[in-house]
């Protein structure tokens, strides 16, 4: 029979974004959301002006 190979196992160049630094900024995406909505709403307003 055939030898079997075997591969090491490895984080396969995987990062983890949320361990490498802390940010000031700590948004929500209901937040996020509610910025863009009100940036359109904003934009509507002064179009029709």
């Given at each position: 029979?055939?030898?079997?190979?075997?591969?090491?196992?490895?984080?396969?160049?995987?990062?983890?974004?949320?361990?490498?630094?802390?940010?000031?900024?700590?948004?929500?995406?209901?937040?996020?959301?509610a910025i863009i909505i009100?940036?359109?709403a904003f934009e509507l307003?002064?179009?029709?002006l």
């Amino acid at each position: 029979m055939a030898e079997e190979i075997r591969i090491p196992a490895s984080g396969g160049g995987l990062i983890r974004y949320g361990d490498e630094y802390e940010t000031k900024f700590k948004l929500k995406p209901a937040h996020v959301v509610a910025i863009i909505i009100a940036t359109i709403a904003f934009e509507l307003f002064l179009r029709l002006l």
